[in-house]
T-cell receptor, first 111, second 113 residues
Framework: GENVEQHPSTLSVQEGDSAVIKCTYS??????FPWYKQELGKRPQLIID?????GEKKDQRIAVTLNKTAKHFSLHITETQPEDSAVYFC??????????FGAGTILRVKS | DTEVTQTPKHLVMGMTNKKSLKCEQH?????MYWYKQKAKKPPELMFV???????INESVPSRFSPECPNSSLLNLHLHALQPEDSALYLC????????????FGPGTRLTVL
């Protein structure tokens, strides 16, 4: 069945440190992996995504890596800032348009 | 316009009421979605419309009835809801041709009394 596992459930880091969130998926046919950031009371916001033909993608302080063989992908945030504090969801898209989300990671950046 | 909009922002309804949630996008996207999100949980897919046709129904109870009047609009009609249906209802859209990013609206906070 479709399943995306996400770890850790909570992550506290000091401002300026790096944060890493990891996800694994079960469907080997999954070919698209977005990450969403959701601040309290706001909509999930797409922050970065990666397709199955790419191993790594960067956008300023954010990067995502994908290991298709192991069926896992990770979000890396460098030089964390207080405004990075939010819930982060990984997801895997299957059947063309169906997104399956991980359970979420609460990231707290302490200043 | 690069946003998905939703109305109303908040809705309180009784279990015998009929109400509708509305969603609109002007990004030329051909796929639109309804999600339900409970507190501290990820969004759960309810319905997918592709080219104005219902393509996925995730076994949602019939008290939720989706409608796609045109490629820019998506409605969710609500009738005889239960208190456990209280949640944030999110609309999203994406380009149909590519398994690309889904862009979410701000949501409607629904409370069923």
């Amino acid at each position: 069945g479709e399943n995306v596992e996400q770890h850790p459930s909570t992550l506290s880091v000091q401002e300026g440190d790096s944060a890493v969130i990891k996800c694994t998926y079960s469907d080997s046919a999954s070919n698209y992996f977005p990450w969403y950031k959701q601040e309290l009371g706001k909509r999930p916001q797409l922050i970065i995504d990666i397709r199955s033909n790419v191993g790594e993608k960067k956008d300023q302080r954010i990067a995502v890596t994908l290991n298709k063989t192991a069926k896992h992908f990770s979000l890396h945030i460098t030089e964390t800032q207080p405004e990075d504090s939010a819930v982060y969801f990984c997801a895997a898209i299957i059947y063309g348009n169906k997104l399956v989300f991980g359970a979420g990671t609460i990231l707290r950046v302490k200043s | 316009d690069t946003e998905v909009t939703q109305t109303p922002k908040h809705l309180v309804m009784g279990m015998t009421n009929k109400k509708s949630l509305k969603c609109e996008q002007h990004m030329g996207h051909r796929a639109m979605y309804w999600y339900k999100q409970k507190a501290k949980k990820p969004p759960e897919l309810m319905f997918v419309y592709s080219y104005e046709k219902l393509s996925i129904n995730e076994s949602v109870p019939s008290r939720f009835s989706p409608e796609c009047p045109n490629s820019s609009l998506l409605n969710l009609h609500l009738h005889a809801l239960q208190p456990e249906d209280s949640a944030l209802y999110l609309c999203a859209s994406s380009q149909e041709e590519v398994a690309g990013g889904q862009f979410f609206g701000p949501g409607t906070r629904l409370t069923v009394l």
